[in-house]
């Protein structure tokens, strides 16, 4: 690790113009990742360009400089990806993006296809913030709000405020030295966790409504249909939050939601509190992610849908 | 606070037999701080006994001798009191459970009426397992799995896990030295987070469909009837995790979760975000606790109790 840390500084160095870019579907382990190691390059005197590919959720807004999250409009120079697990992340403009000159991936999923030209991967850490944290930590960057705030933001949302198993007690030490300069945490807790909107609260009555139970699979799974999505108006972050919130149902090792997407399309993401590992079931489905939280499109309605997961988790 | 400390130690070492007790509706704080304090003094040979005032949550009976808390015997000597703002909070036993010879207080709320010989309370604190920890580290007892799982467990439900505005950096390094003591850090956050029952469920239904917002208030109030409690056979930690549920709401600062116990009596539980503080509105009904949480009971059937709560913060 030391050996690429001094490699990706070397980088650093050489570079004036530095490109950071989000994956599709940004979450805020990638969208707090981007802009606390972006902050820390422009502490270090570099020109910063943070690359969007998808819109930013709601209840990432907050963080500092995130308006600055733009379209590109050059080919990069030096260029990070961080938390994409493989190219696809990069979303559409991929092939123009990833024609920067040289690449740096850093990331944490155990299924990340080495695509950079420097591959600092290392899936026992709970998030990229985490990573960062320690990049930032090895360039002797001192921390402050603008970049504390987005590396708490990002290890705190990917591992559930620290309940998932992936949180170390490392974890807990750098959240910690972060905190400290964190100037309104209050707003990291409103934002993460205090943000269900009414159209997010009338989703999870429809999915407790619905839900189906597989007692002797230890399975249960929670599903809303296009037409209700539809009806309540739901953006694609209307639905987030709603795995969790079925995985804290006591009694089931796995939890799991469909979202049907579109006519034939499902969006299944899965989540285990001990034992099944959710990225193979997955993988089955041309998915993945980690250990206890994955997902993955299945082809079909939502009973075919749960029909191919119970077959495919049976396999298991 | 070093000066406490000091005579703290001086009466653990003076005395063979210690005894802790509960409180009444005893939650993570009270139980992990207790067994954790408990497994400690026992470490430094002493004999202890841990008094039972009330029935223990299910979600904390997988802590380690948790089988061991019972009621007393025999007049305690020297008597730690945790996590508990007054005597009252000891239960219909209180008076012979504070004949005990000495009685060490150590609490976090800052309502707490110092009833004790020795009164160890800072407000300032996230949780009772925090102050319980620095006790234990002024103490020089090593850490291990049967002291550190109970009072990482406080800590970590006190907070919200780490989310509320009282966890500072240091609760977080405290919770990382913990960490590493700890032998299952899943079963805590399958306990704590991943452990709601069926009723808890239907209960969260319930509230769901008879939400009540005051907009213009920042306020919004849930609720459940007896006999909504009776048809669905919901004991009384069939509530928990109601209120963090409903403050989980965006656009309300104060989030109220109003439970009728009996015929004419209600239940309230409040939560804040940031503005209110919810403990000067549940001391006008004689209850109390902190600013972001607080709860009292109140006269009367729902609609009554909303009316006198609607009334009792706009005065404020």
Do not use: W
């Amino acid at each position: 690790m030391e050996k690429t840390y001094a490699e990706i500084e070397k980088k650093i160095l050489e570079a004036r113009d530095i490109s950071l870019v989000s994956h599709i579907n940004p979450d805020g382990d990638n969208i707090g990742s981007i802009l606390g190691l972006g902050a820390a390059l422009r502490k270090m005197g570099k020109d910063v360009h943070i690359l969007k590919v998808d819109d930013i959720p709601k209840n990432l807004l907050f963080l500092p400089r995130v308006e600055e999250i733009k379209p590109m409009e050059k080919r990069p120079d030096l260029l990070f990806v961080l938390d994409s697990s493989d190219e696809g992340r990069l979303g559409d403009g991929s092939k123009e993006i990833l024609k920067a000159n040289y690449i740096i991936n850093i990331d944490h999923h155990k299924s990340n296809t080495l695509f950079g030209d420097i591959n600092l991967v290392d899936a026992s850490m709970s998030s990229t913030g985490e990573m960062v944290y320690d990049l930032i930590d090895f360039l002797g960057v001192e921390l402050d709000n603008e970049i504390a705030t987005p590396i708490y933001t990002a290890i705190n949302s990917d591992t559930g405020s620290f309940r998932y198993e992936s949180t170390s007690p490392d974890t807990l030490r750098k959240a910690a030295n972060l905190l400290e300069f964190v100037d309104n945490k209050v707003e990291i807790t409103k934002n993460l966790y205090q943000s269900r909107t009414k159209v997010q609260t009338e989703v999870i009555k429809i999915v407790l409504n619905n839900l189906e139970s597989f007692d002797d699979l230890s399975l249960i799974i929670g599903k809303i249909s296009l037409n209700d999505l539809e009806r309540l108006g739901a953006q694609s972050d209307d639905t987030e939050g709603v795995v969790p919130f079925i995985n804290e149902i006591e009694g089931y090792d796995v939890a799991i939601f469909l979202k049907e997407k579109e006519e034939g399309i499902v969006r299944v993401s899965a989540r285990s509190k001990e034992v099944c590992d959710v990225s193979i079931l997955c993988e089955k489905f041309d998915g993945g992610g980690h250990k206890r939280a994955a997902g993955a499109t299945i082809e079909g309605n939502l009973d075919e849908a749960i029909e191919k997961l119970i077959s495919a988790y049976k396999e298991l």
